[in-house]
Nanobody, 121 residues
Framework: QVQPVESGGGLVQPGESLRLSCIVS????????VGWHRQAPGKARELVAS???????HYEDSVKGRFTISRDNAKNTVYLQMNSLKREDTAVYYC???????????????WGQGTQVTVSS
C-alpha cells in the first residue's frame, strides 16, 4: 500500500524557514507525481507546488521565489523548502502522490495525514 508520510512542520516566526519532507512507501516512487497542498482554516485545500516523475515543477504564484520543491528518488522522498515564511502560509500541509495506472486506466492518488505549519510572531 502506498502511504505518504509528512514531517517537518512547526511554529516559526515570519521570515524564517522550514523544510517539509514527504516519504512515500512503495517500490515505484519514481513513477509518481508528487504535490504539496495546504489547507488553512475556513479555506479550500490548494496546490502549493508539484513535481512530476520527469522532474517538471509547478508553483502556485504566492510561493514562487520562496518555496522550492525537490525529490530524491533513492530515498522515496519529496521535499518542500519554505523560505521567507509569511503569516498567510499558516496551514496544514499535505503531500499527495499520484500516478496513472495502465492496468486500472485511471489516476491513483494517495494523501498523507498532513503536517501543521504555523507562522506567527
Amino acid at each position: 500500500q502506498v502511504q505518504p508520510v509528512e514531517s517537518g512542520g512547526g511554529l516559526v516566526q515570519p521570515g524564517e524557514s522550514l523544510r517539509l519532507s514527504c516519504i512515500v512507501s512503495g517500490n515505484i516512487f519514481s513513477s509518481y507525481d508528487v504535490g504539496w497542498h495546504r489547507q488553512a482554516p475556513g479555506k479550500a485545500r490548494e496546490l502549493v507546488a508539484s513535481i512530476t516523475d520527469g522532474g517538471v515543477i509547478h508553483y502556485e504564484d504566492s510561493v514562487k521565489g520562496r518555496f522550492t520543491i525537490s525529490r530524491d528518488n533513492a530515498k522515496n522522498t519529496v521535499y518542500l523548502q519554505m523560505n521567507s515564511l509569511k503569516r498567510e502560509d499558516t496551514a496544514v500541509y499535505y503531500c499527495k502522490a499520484q500516478r496513472y495506472s495502465n492496468v486500472d486506466h485511471q489516476w491513483l492518488a494517495y494523501w498523507g495525514q498532513g503536517t501543521q505549519v504555523t507562522v506567527s510572531s
